[in-house]
């Protein structure tokens, strides 16, 4: 009986005699627990095992690089066939050690910049895909059936006993940690420097195992940052729309903005067209949001109150810095994110989530992918989805709820209405190389056929989209009371693609009639009113005089 309950104690071990094991293997490599970064590879291939679950940062922003390069440099004798399930796939070597044997099997979210290879590796048979999940699925996988053996993570600077700064980019990492250093998982950090003492402690020393000072800072992707330069009267035109049909008739207050010039626009307009209309404090006061520098003239206006912020943007510490009645930071005056919090704020404290895509189809359901390209969904379908969840009420919640009702009969208790989050897609009816963004079938399905997947790679579903802007117009899909009128509003602000050559003139009629559907002229904006001249800043150095000098572009933005 002793020998069979000793048995049983070490079979309950075997994760943690593994982890052990693994640390032992690298330890001849560290001084205590720092590597030097020429031995990053040694360090890999001592930890790593075949078929690991792997998690590389590889965040939406923030990239564990000198990490990337060392994994990508193991001998694929010693370390292959790994389950890669990170954030994001930013970099090259996020895709090399695909085409070396290295990894075999991907689980992720965004891959903006690797778009179009990822698409020729999935269909070159060369990737095993898992899903592409949106932030918090994946996040919540690490907790299930996703957990990492090891983690490969970055930090901004460590003290010898592992405690972690990871600075104003912490983006995923408490959410990797977590998941990994608690399942008797390797956790390991590449930082840009060795300290006495950290400026504040973001990751705990006894959740990392090995810090490796890389040779060069780790990369951030300066994914939020528009050129007002760059910005377009017809997108101005559709900012306009937006803010006058809907963030005023909804009262919008907490929200979150999607990667575009069309949700750039809108911040821009804030000080100056939103102020004519009478609607400061009335608003867009709360944000989840990255720190976009095209908020920085609103900031600065006294239009908003506060911001969370998943990750960081480059060029903005030092206005971070000095605005923390704005932003959360630290007592090191830097700014704190976390995807995993900021993700659930704009999941279930938000009223409106507006961002792009790529495709649009007869129902409204959205892809970013196209058959050249696998870019990923990020939040989106975390920010543009109704969260059946929530019970907290709000005046544009219930008001969007009290909308789907009227669709629906009204029938029933009021108190029991369920409310309704906004979800709107801002898109202009052509994308580049004057592809269509309005199709009758998207191109992901396409991609479910060719790989075998049992669900196609849809964004954000048509069920939980609420509004549709266009250069055309609004759609608002709330009032649809079926199928046919929901595809008629969308083929009636589609414009001359091919979806919206199709409509019904007729019902699109009836459908502007019922305030379905409405054009510029509806909302009492004339289109040549979409002037450059209403932006708040119309350069990137207009954003820096706006910020007292605080804010510091990246160097290819700076044009002057």
Same mark, same amino acid.
């Given at each position: ?235 101005? *035109? ?96 830097? *700014? #704190?994110?976390? #995807? ?110 060719? *790989? ?109």
């Amino acid at each position: 009986m002793a020998a069979s309950r000793q048995l049983g104690r070490q079979h309950w071990r075997q994760e943690r005699t593994a982890r052990d094991e693994r640390i032992a293997a690298a330890r001849p490599l560290a001084d205590g627990k720092v590597v030097s970064a020429k031995d990053a590879v040694a360090l890999l291939e001592a930890v790593l095992r075949p078929g690991d679950r792997v998690c590389l940062e590889g965040d939406n922003q923030k990239q564990a690089d000198c990490l990337a390069r060392a994994l990508s440099g193991c001998d694929p004798a010693r370390v292959h066939d790994l389950h890669m399930v990170q954030s994001g796939i930013v970099l090259p070597e996020h895709l090399d050690i695909f085409e070396q044997g290295i990894a075999k099997r991907l689980d992720y979210s965004y891959s903006g910049p690797q778009g179009a290879r990822i698409a020729r590796m999935l269909f070159g048979g060369q990737i095993a895909l898992g899903a592409v999940h949106t932030y918090l699925e994946l996040f919540a996988r690490y907790f299930i059936d996703l957990t990492p053996n090891v983690a490969l993570i970055a930090g901004v600077s460590a003290d010898r006993e592992g405690n972690l700064y990871t600075g104003p980019n912490t983006e995923d990492t408490p959410t990797v940690v977590e998941a990994t250093a608690f399942k008797n998982g390797v956790v390991i950090a590449q930082v840009n420097r060795i300290v006495d003492k950290v400026p504040r402690v973001d990751i705990p020393g006894d959740r990392v195992d090995f810090v490796v000072e890389a040779d060069t800072p780790f990369y951030v992707e300066p994914l939020f940052t528009r050129d007002p330069a760059a910005m377009t009267e017809t997108q101005i *035109l559709m900012a306009m729309m937006a803010i006058k049909g809907i963030y005023a008739e909804y009262g919008i207050t907490r929200l979150n903005h999607g990667i575009g010039f069309g949700t750039a626009a809108i911040e821009l307009l804030l000080p100056t067209y939103a102020e004519k209309l009478g609607l400061k404090q009335k608003i867009a006061t709360h944000w989840a949001l990255n720190p976009h520098p095209t908020l920085i003239p609103a900031i600065e206006s006294g239009w908003v109150s506060q911001v969370h912020c998943f990750g960081s943007e480059v060029g903005m510490d030092r206005y971070i810095r000095e605005r923390p009645d704005v932003f959360f930071t630290g007592i090191d005056g830097s *700014l #704190r994110s976390n #995807r995993a919090f900021c993700q659930t704020a704009g999941l279930y404290a938000c009223d409106l989530f507006i961002g792009a895509t790529l495709q649009i189809d007869l129902a409204g359901h959205s892809s970013t992918v196209t058959a050249s390209r696998v870019a990923g969904f990020g939040g989106a379908p975390n920010m543009g989805s109704d969260p059946h969840g929530r019970r907290h009420p709000s005046q544009t919640w219930m008001k969007a709820g009290h909308e789907a009702a009227q669709r629906e009969g009204g029938a029933g208790n009021p108190a029991l209405r369920r409310g309704r989050k906004l979800v709107v897609q801002i898109v202009e009816t052509f994308g580049d190389k004057l592809s269509p963004t309005f199709v009758e079938k998207l191109d992901a399905l396409e991609l479910a056929r060719k *790989l075998d997947l049992e669900l196609a790679p849809v964004m954000i579903y048509g069920d939980d989209v609420t509004h549709i802007v266009t250069e055309e117009g609004i759609a608002n899909l709330l009032l649809c009371r079926d199928a046919d009128e929901r595809e008629q509003a969308i083929r009636g602000v589609a414009g001359y693609t091919d979806v919206g050559r199709g409509r019904d003139r007729a019902m699109v009629q009836r459908l502007r009639e019922r305030k379905i559907i409405r054009r510029p002229e509806d909302l009492g904006i004339e289109p040549l009113d979409a002037d450059r001249s209403l932006l708040a800043a119309r350069s990137i150095k207009d954003l820096v005089h706006w910020s007292s000098g605080l804010y510091e572009p990246p160097p290819r933005f700076r044009n002057w």
